[in-house]
């Protein structure tokens, strides 16, 4: 029996060094008695822990049960077990008109609870669990990672043999409150029997070094010399109070942060002490003063929305007015459009957008004291704005001469307005009549559809020369795919022409549909022409089968060109003098093998096909021969 003792406390000690770490924020250990004989007690045993919701542990809580002699002051493992968790519950928080808990303040309670009979001794039972470790964030505990909690429960020969149950605690809400706030907590704690209880705080346990387990446990060391201890828990400028009917905590935080405590419950019949059940708590005090989200903007759209509007550039310094900075401790800048979101938690971000249009965003401005505020704003963002235009350069014997806008924008030009002497014209591409040969001043002034501008100064020479020349082609056409391309226009009526993007050749290769622009001169006047050009797949398709069988079984009995993409121009064959034994025409296109109605003799028959492809209207002429067989 020992050693099954010796090696189920080593499981258990091992197991109690992984619970929980980082996410316990109290804990309580309790019992009910169910029944007894003459030699046994029965109880269910209920152990509650307090954790964050980030904490998705399942698993439930080993317990140890050791017998305390008081004679001889000592310990003696006497059992261990593994509580399986059958309990877990989200808690609520205490109601304030401006308690904004953030999701990582979330609590839940776990429980775990079931029935064991142990035999009626006259020693009591110490019932025991550990767990490593506290939650990091107490601010009034040392190390709160590097120490464990303890809780116990001991069952004395009175509670034995008197079927004394232990007070219960029961909670439903969570102790988060505001700071310089007062607050009333109703303790959650009951007791089966109708014994007396009386409450107070009081010191915590930790688990002590390496696996010592068993009882006495070390106290719990506050952050004493910042004014901390299990009378203070909230230190020196707070308050906590149990009233004289031990229903109701008072409370009053001043400092934001978590703090632990713990709760003595003594339980006595008849003005005599059965025993004292303890309980661990958590205490978080949030500011909650308001702030106010607040940035730097352009101007207010009439929805209320805040705009900020980038002009030939992509990169702006956001400028964060929000307050009071002193109770802001996080922001958060969301700016998002259809294929981009963007998050920044600095206080003024840079941020670069990678592609002009709208954006939206919001600020978020919050803290764990107090209610977050939202600013909402919109970014019209155009970095491309580079105002241009240009002037039909061919000017020939015709004084209205051709503008155009030839601007870089990355969204819309809502205004257009050029100045030439008193004339205005508020059109992207006006035609103007230039008066006579000379100079002229042009003023061209922009208004993008986010409300950017730009302008320009440009002086013009107009010196009308010749002809009025003009490229006659259509606006798109086709390519073969893979072969060069040369533009099919009124040549003769000009000098020389060039492509645009490629002056060095007369023919392009188009690979993928594009516009393509050609530059034509004639005595130093130029006409310009922009086309589409979208590249197809040019080859015909034709197939001409090599052999068939007229036999009139309905199958192979007749032969002729197949395929797709052509016009048959002419199909003849011949027989092996020369002769020309079929003939096409548009109601017979494929020959039976005969002639005049007669069947031909089988051999091999000489043809001729001459074919025009269907997408360039080349022709084309194939020839071979094809064998009859029967």
């Known amino acids: 029996m020992n050693i099954v003792k010796t090696l189920l406390f080593l499981f258990i000690c091992c197991y109690f060094n992984n619970a929980y770490a980082e996410h316990v924020f109290g804990a309580n250990i309790s019992y009910e008695m169910v029944s007894s004989d003459a030699n046994t007690f029965t109880i269910d045993l209920k152990v509650s822990y307090l954790v964050d919701c980030f904490d998705n542990s399942n698993q439930g809580f080993p317990v140890l049960v050791y017998n305390y002699n008081p004679t001889s002051e000592t310990y003696t493992l006497n059992t261990a077990f593994y509580l399986e968790l059958n309990g877990n519950t989200n808690l609520d928080n205490l109601e304030y008109d401006c308690l904004a808990v953030p999701n990582n303040l979330c609590t839940r309670l776990l429980t775990a609870t079931q029935e064991f009979t142990f035999p009626i001794s006259d020693e009591s039972y110490i019932f025991v669990h550990s767990s490593c470790c506290r939650n990091s964030a107490n601010v009034n505990i040392v190390a709160p990672l590097d120490n464990g909690l303890t809780i116990f429960e001991i069952i004395t020969p009175f509670d034995q043999q008197n079927l004394n149950s232990s007070p219960q605690f029961d909670a439903t809400t969570s102790l988060t409150i505001c700071s310089n706030e007062f607050t009333e907590y109703e303790l959650p704690i009951s007791d089966p029997d109708g014994d007396s209880l009386a409450i107070s705080l009081c010191q915590l ?50 400092q934001q942060g978590q703090y632990a405590l713990a709760v003595c419950v ?18 978080v005090v ?66 670069t957008f990678p592609e002009p249009g709208e954006y939206t965003g919001t600020l978020v401005v919050s803290s764990i004291f107090e209610c977050p505020d939202t600013m909402h704003m919109k970014f019209r963002v155009n970095p491309t704005l580079e105002i241009d235009f240009e002037i039909d350069s061919l000017e020939c014997e015709s004084n209205e001469v051709s503008f155009f806008d030839r601007t870089n924008s990355g969204v819309g030009i809502a205004e257009h307005l050029y100045v030439i002497e008193e004339d205005s014209f508020f059109t992207s591409s006006p035609l103007v009549n230039f008066p006579s040969v000379g100079f002229y001043d042009i003023q061209y002034s922009i208004i ?126 011949f027989d092996r003098w020369g002769n020309q034994v079929f003939g096409a025409n548009s109601n017979n296109m494929f020959w039976d093998g005969k002639l005049k109605g007669k069947a031909v003799d089988p051999g091999i028959y000489p043809y001729r096909i001459e074919y025009q492809e269907t997408n360039l209207g080349s022709v084309l002429v194939e020839s071979g021969t094809v064998t009859l067989v029967r």
């Open 205 to 254: 346990e930790f688990m002590g070094q390496g696996n010592q387990h068993a009882p006495p446990y070390p106290p719990l060391l506050f952050q004493e010399s910042e004014g901390y201890s299990f009378e203070n828990p909230l230190g020196p400028t707070g308050t906590i109070e149990i009233d004289e009917s031990g229903q109701f905590m008072e409370i009053l935080g001043s």
């Open 266 to 283: 003594e339980e006595y019949r008849d003005g005599v002490l059965l025993g004292t059940t303890k309980l661990e708590l958590q205490i």
């Open 286 to 351: 949030l500011d909650c003063l308001n702030v106010q989200a607040n940035a730097s903007t352009d101007f207010t759209d009439p929805d209320g929305t805040e705009v900020i509007v980038l002009c030939r550039e992509n990169q702006i310094q956001l400028s964060n007015n929000s307050f009071p900075t002193s109770i802001i401790t996080s922001q958060l800048w969301t700016i998002e459009n259809e294929n981009n979101t963007f998050t920044f938690d600095e206080w003024e971000p840079l941020v």
């Open 448 to 573: 993008d559809a986010f409300g950017c501008e730009d302008e320009m100064t440009a002086t013009h020479y107009h010196d009308p020369f010749s002809a009025n020349l003009k490229i006659e082609m259509p606006d798109d056409t086709t390519s073969c795919m893979g072969k060069f391309f040369s533009p099919n226009f009124n040549v003769e009526d000009f000098d020389t022409w060039i492509f645009e993007d490629q002056p060095w050749t007369s023919e392009i290769l188009i690979m993928e549909p594009q516009y393509v622009t050609i530059i034509a001169e004639k005595n130093g006047c130029f006409s310009s022409k922009t086309f589409f050009v979208e590249p197809v797949k040019c080859e015909s398709k034709l197939y001409m089968p090599n052999v068939f069988s007229p036999n009139e079984d309905g199958f192979n009995d007749v032969i002729g060109p197949v395929g797709d993409d052509f016009e048959i121009i002419s199909f003849t064959i």
